[in-house]
């Protein structure tokens, strides 16, 4: 996916070779350190951490390309691996033996390969997989691949790695066959089964009937009985959870078996387990009832499928299941969220605080300027006490205080003090900002932390900026201009400014799609713009132009912001990976891969450690900067996430969806010990809650696009007027 | 809902025949059936699958409606070519043409003439994107400017006047839905605290000072003298959106000024006050329903009081009373419900009074008018059964010893009502407004048949059909001429003297002739390639000669090039009730 997309069929086989890594990679990211995108060092950095099964899939590859006669690659891939040239005959059969984790693997020799071709049979079914490869020239592709994407795929490998990647079962999915006619039956025989157990086991067993249905269906459709596809989904497809019928659509479209190469969905289930939270007893229960009838089909396709974190205690009641399910995927694993999150913020940078210049004025004239001293002293030492959940401090590389943020960072405390403390009985004021003869074309807004300046992203590719304070924008002048300048002058930095270019807005060029996603720098230097166009852009705010286009997307870049401490940016987008760059690199520093779909939006945590994640997936993901690693999954939303916000103080993030509903997530903290049973990790904020729900201000035909509280408390909002 | 949609998404493939008609448009000739079906299945997933690629970008793109661009998107994320010539920001009109069997949605491309594109001046450059900012809300409370909607959209107040047990009787069937997992207790307790929370707001009429200077001045403009002011008030109340704060204001200002105005007779003010009825029910962002206790018994009055007015013989407060009654029709039409029955309340009244031999003339048009405006269920049930009988009554005053002048007036306006509208109902039937062939329809309606029996002098003609206004004579002993002029039919009433269609008002002012309508039309031979032409007269007894002069300064003689048009229109801001100054207002 990361690739340059050539080619259906290679992209297929790309991505099936990928996933394959994925699944057994256990590099890690801190490997890479910066420079990921080198192939020779992402390989190599594998190599050593290539444990038994990671051998064996190396070698199940090299098998498959000998066979396919593609000597170059076997080559490259060797030297790569770092394999020495004896290793690949005899070590297969132990390896695999060992390393397949109890899989029945006679004759591992061919076992492999086999269902290695199996595989990428699978992904395209109509041209044979060498001509796929073939057509490609050589077989860099894959070694490409496998270079640049083992630190983006390191992460499922994590949360995944316990489980065994049975990696042979998977791959030959939906080849074994059974009588299809009798499909509907076994459904329906754990239909009633289910429907007739304890009241307390019955919402926990009910999981089963989506992951089953679906893996059942695409069985048939796999192999081809179309019609007793057909006739199942539509006998079954009623008794899903309603908020499946997005994925339904996409799957009752989906009848041929032509149509599951290159579905996205579809790839999704097959290569990812559906994770279902399930307690002893009911496990125990739904087991010995599959055992007692003999229902291998639906026995097969749970332990081939279906991923049952068991646990001890008590099970689930409905209600407790529907706030965590919805996501495209099941819930996220219990290991999977046992990291600890630091979420506390990082210390204040300790600033000598000069005495207000106005204040003090003031107060000489009152007469009693001493008792500002002391007030400020208190500040300080409450910011210098360590939050005993904060990162350290030098977690990850931040960059150095410039004068200018100095300053700014004393007028964001000046401003704090006068902050108006909101509640129920003290509702902010709205100001709202209308972008006018937007012709339905605005579709990103941010402002600046300090509210001076309002940034749109437009549909018609164009990024505009506007001042909303007095100060209009102004240019740099031009090289030649600023060597006249005198340089020791102490008002240089307003001489650099051309007046002549003064004007309240100003319109940046460059994207060659609409500009999806937008943020400032903290410091108001730079603006971040993603587009449809698959590039991140950096835009100076001194000069408005165009300062680097990160290339690395290729397809449609929905998100990007700036880390609340500059230097650092996120972007997600299409492809699915969110990538973490600096400004100062064109290559990503981190990539995290691990949601289903789309990432719709990206946000940087307070302390700058943390990115969450939103996706269509309907997922958020938590990830950890300095590792790459997934910290976190949130399911609970039933549509995609569309908008992610974290609390100042970083121990709560709220996320809004497509399903009309708010959760806060109080995530992060190590509630989820082995009683999650209690704690679903979010509040649910419905629509009509009235203990929540302070106050609905309507626009007149305005969708709000972008909300923002500045630092006095005032909530400003912007939108587009559609009249 | 959703059990009902699945099954059909999983079948919607598009037809076999469009495969075909697509593989003839690029030349390949015979498709088998086979492969058409396969193609068919196949082109519709791939379809279904960009339509939802597309749905993302239209997401994203913050918009609800999907657009090309969208499509193209979608397209390009699968390595597709982007479909040019299909660059539209709207809907782009298909086409769509069947023949032979065949059915074709196309999208319709009509040559440019290019000289013609060079020659058109350029379009004027669209405005430029720009900011503006606005308070949406100051410390919770969303001020009234007119960048944000009005304070209550119109479904609310609706809501809240049509379901008031919803908020004042908390607990109940409502509250009691929407809490049905809860303990009943709870409920109620909850469901009470949120009656009150949400009673509050509704019983805040509390206005600013802008708004009580708006207040002011509108009301002090309603009823003013300066006619220009009027018009604007009235059209502000008509338009402005965020009225509905004084609402009740307004109402009891309407009901205290008609309380008043009626005792002292003062006909002016009740039209100002009835005219502001209407503007306010014309208004689009407010619902009356709450007010309606105080605005319909104001209405009524004028539609019924036996006197409106100091001159009941001269002034024209019929036009006043058929005013009102549209308004109450209107009210009827829009508040009636089952449960506050307002129609048939309204028609009882009516009725009630109609009915009683002693009411008074003034107050049976009032009662005749109300009712015939209420629709033709209630003509036909309530009206025509009574017509002898009310025929009776008129010929008893006409003919017989003179009473009062007033009766007599009174009589005669009530057959002038009760005359057109029978007619009315079956010529519009009968005839599709079509100006030349007239038939002779009316004259089949026995209500219209035994009224024009009871006035030997009474001409039967057939009435124009795309007007309400019928000629008569209405005294005994008068000539009439009726001349009919190749098919278009000209009418010329005199009552005392036969003169011609000209000189209708000198005729009028010469006899003792109590009111004639007349109707004219321009004949063919008298204005030649002019247009039609319709006037209404009203000419009053030679007593009013003040009045009469005010009017006959809107009354163009026919011979005069006065535009004819504008006195048509005119007469149909007459009808459709935006009164014009000159016939109603008796100054």
């Known amino acids: ?723 | 809902m959703a059990e009902e949609r699945r099954p059909k998404q999983c079948t919607v493939v598009l037809p076999t025949e469009s495969m075909k008609a697509m593989a003839e448009s690029i030349g390949v000739g015979q498709l088998q059936e086979e492969s058409c079906a396969a193609l068919s299945e196949e082109v519709s997933y791939r379809i279904k699958e960009i339509a939802q690629d597309a749905l993302k970008f239209m997401h994203h793109g913050k918009r609800r409606k999907l657009t090309t661009s969208d499509i193209d998107h979608a397209l390009k994320l699968k390595n597709v070519e982007p479909l040019y010539g299909f660059q539209s920001q709207e809907f782009i009109p298909f086409r769509f043409a069947s023949g032979g069997g065949r059915e074709l949605h196309f999208y319709e491309e009509k040559e440019v003439d290019l000289s013609d594109i060079i020659n058109t001046p350029l379009p004027r450059v669209p405005l430029d994107v720009s900011l503006k900012a606005h308070w949406l809300s100051i410390e919770g409370v969303q001020p009234a400017i007119p960048e944000n909607p009005p304070p209550a959209p119109k479904e609310q107040q609706k809501a809240e006047s049509t379901e008031p047990l919803k908020v004042v009787k908390p607990g109940q069937e409502e509250e009691g839905s929407i809490q049905k997992g809860q303990g009943a207790i709870s409920a109620e307790a909850k469901g009470k605290k949120e009656g009150l929370m949400r009673m509050k707001p509704r019983s805040t009429h509390e206005l600013s000072v802008e708004q009580q200077l708006y207040y002011k001045e509108i009301t002090e403009a309603c009823v003013g003298s300066c006619e220009a002011k009027r018009a604007e008030a009235l059209q502000s109340i008509a338009t402005d959106p965020g009225l509905y704060q004084m609402l009740p204001r307004f109402s009891t200002f309407i009901s205290e000024g008609v309380r008043v105005n009626v005792v002292q007779n003062n006909l002016a003010l009740l039209i100002y006050l009835m005219r502001m009825v209407k503007a306010l029910m014309d208004n689009p962002t407010l619902y009356l329903e709450k007010y309606l206790h105080e605005l319909i018994p104001a209405v009524v009055t004028c539609i019924v009081s036996k006197q409106l007015c100091l001159r009941p013989d001269v002034d024209n407060h019929w036009a006043l009373r058929d005013f009102a009654a549209r308004l109450m029709a209107q009210s009827c039409k829009t508040f009636s419900t089952t449960t506050n029955n307002i129609q048939s309340r309204i028609t009882k009244t009516f009725t009630k009074s109609w009915l009683d031999e002693k009411t008074q003339w003034t107050t049976r048009y009032g009662c005749i008018a109300g009712l015939s405006e209420l629709g033709p269920d209630v003509i036909k049930t309530l009206i025509l059964p009574r017509l002898t009988v009310e025929g009776a009554r008129i010929k008893a005053v006409s003919e017989g010893p003179v009473v009062s002048n007033i009766d007599k007036i009174g009589a005669d306006h009530v057959q002038s009502l009760l005359l057109p509208r029978p007619t009315l109902t079956v010529s519009q039937s009968g005839i599709g407004g079509s100006g030349g062939s007239r038939s002779p329809s009316i004259i089949k309606v026995p209500s219209s048949l035994t009224l024009m029996s009871t006035r030997p002098g009474t001409p039967t003609q057939p009435s124009p059909p795309a007007t309400k206004y019928i000629v008569m004579a209405t005294s005994a002993g008068a000539s009439s001429t009726q001349q009919v002029l190749d098919g278009s039919l000209v009418i010329t009433l005199s009552s005392s003297s036969g003169s011609s269609v000209t000189s209708t008002v000198a005729s009028a002012t010469s006899t003792l002739q109590p009111l004639v309508k007349l109707e004219s039309r321009a004949a063919s031979g008298l204005g030649g390639s002019r247009p039609l032409q319709k006037y209404i007269v009203v000419s009053l007894p030679t007593s009013a000669s003040s009045s009469l002069e005010s009017k006959s300064g809107m009354l163009p003689p026919s011979s005069s090039s006065t535009s004819p048009i504008s006195l048509e229109a005119g007469m149909k801001m007459d009808h459709t009730g935006c009164v014009p100054n000159g016939t109603l207002l008796p100054i």
């Open chain 1, 1 to 723: 996916m990361a690739a340059v997309q050539d080619g259906q069929l290679n992209l297929e086989v790309e991505k099936d070779i990928k996933t394959e890594i994925t699944n057994d990679g256990s590099g890690n990211i801190n490997a890479n350190s910066s420079s990921p995108g080198s192939t020779s060092s992402g390989g190599k950095s594998k190599s050593p951490a290539g444990s038994g099964e990671d051998q064996q899939t190396l070698l199940a590859v090299l098998q498959f390309l000998k066979r396919n006669k593609l000597t170059e690659s076997v080559d490259i891939l060797r030297r790569e691996a770092g394999l020495s040239a004896d290793a690949d005959d005899s070590p297969v059969s132990e390896s695999a033996g060992a390393g397949s984790g109890g899989v029945p693997s006679v004759g591992a020799d061919g076992g492999d390969a086999n269902s290695l071709l199996s595989r990428v049979s699978i992904a395209t079914p109509v041209a044979p997989p060498d001509c796929g490869l073939d057509s490609h020239g050589g077989l860099a592709t894959p070694i490409y691949f496998h270079s640049s994407n083992n630190c983006a795929c390191t992460v499922v490998a994590a949360s995944g790695g316990e489980d065994q990647p049975d990696v042979n079962v998977v791959l030959s999915a939906y080849s074994q066959q059974g009588d299809p006619v009798l499909y509907p039956l076994y459904y329906n025989g754990l239909k009633k089964f289910i429907e007739s157990v304890l009241d307390c086991h019955r919402a926990e067993l009910s999981q089963v009937f989506y992951p089953l249905f679906v893996h059942m269906y695409l069985e048939l459709v796999y192999n081809n009985h179309e019609n007793e596809a057909k006739q199942f989904f539509e006998k079954f497809s009623g008794d899903q959870e309603c908020y499946y019928e997005e994925d339904l659509r996409i799957l009752s479209s989906m009848s041929k078996k032509e149509h599951m190469k290159g579905n996205e969905t579809m790839l999704d289930f097959r290569t990812s387990k559906f994770v279902l939270r399930i307690s002893r007893d009911s496990y125990q229960l739904l087991k010995r009832h599959l055992q007692e009838r003999q229902n291998n089909q639906i026995w097969n396709i749970i332990q081939e499928h279906l991923y049952i974190d068991i646990f001890d205690g008590m099970p689930r009641s409905k209600s407790q299941i529907d706030a965590m399910s919805g996501s495209l995927a099941g819930e996220g694993k219990r290991d999977a969220n046992k990291a600890k999150v630091f979420y506390g913020l990082l210390k204040e940078p300790e600033i000598e605080v000069p005495l207000d210049d106005e204040d003090e004025e003031a107060e000489n004239e009152e007469g009693k300027p001493k008792k500002k001293k002391p007030k400020k002293d208190s500040m300080g030492s409450k910011s210098k006490k360590q939050d005993p959940n904060a990162p350290q401090q030098t977690r990850i590389p931040l960059p150095e205080l410039k004068d200018s943020d100095k300053l700014d960072k004393i007028m964001n405390m000046k401003e704090a003090t006068k902050k108006i403390r909101l509640g129920p009985d003290n509702l902010p004021s709205i100001c709202f900002y209308s972008f006018l003869n937007a012709y339905q074309g605005l579709t990103a807004v941010d402002f600046t932390d300090d509210s001076s300046l309002i940034a749109g992203g437009f549909a018609d590719s164009t990024v505009r900026v506007w001042s909303v304070t007095p100060k209009k924008l102004r240019r740099v002048k031009s090289a030649a201009d600023l060597s006249n300048i005198d340089k020791e002058s102490d008002d240089v930095l307003e001489r650099i400014m051309d007046e002549k270019t003064a004007s309240e807005s100003k319109i940046l060029y460059g994207h060659s799609g609409p500009v999806y996603g937008i943020s400032f720098s903290p410091d108001r230097n730079y603006l971040l713009s993603s587009s449809e166009d698959g590039t991140v852009r950096l835009w100076s705010l001194q000069t408005f132009t165009c300062l680097v286009g990160y290339k690395g997307h290729n397809y449609p870049v929905w998100d990007t912001q700036f880390s609340p401490y500059g230097y650092y940016f996120i972007s997600g987008g299409h492809d699915r990976v969110a990538r973490l760059w600096a400004t100062d690199h064109y290559q990503p520093l981190r990539m995290f891969a691990g949601h289903l779909a789309d990432i719709t939006c990206t946000l940087f945590h307070p302390n700058s450690n943390y990115v969450a994640t939103g996706s269509a997936d309907r997922t958020i993901r938590l990830w950890d900067v300095l590792t790459g690693n997934c910290v976190r999954i949130l399911t609970g939303h039933k549509g995609p996430i569309h908008s992610l916000a974290f609390s100042p103080n970083g121990k709560f993030m709220a996320s809004g969806a497509t399903d009309g509903r708010v959760l806060l997530w109080d995530a992060f903290d190590d509630v989820e010990l082995d009683d999650f049973t209690a704690a679903t990790g979010h509040i649910h904020l419905p629509e009509n809650s009235q203990e929540l729900l302070l106050g609905t201000y309507m626009t007149k035909s305005t969708p709000v696009i972008h909300l923002h509280f500045t630092r006095r408390n005032l909530l400003l909002a912007a939108g587009a007027y559609n009249p």
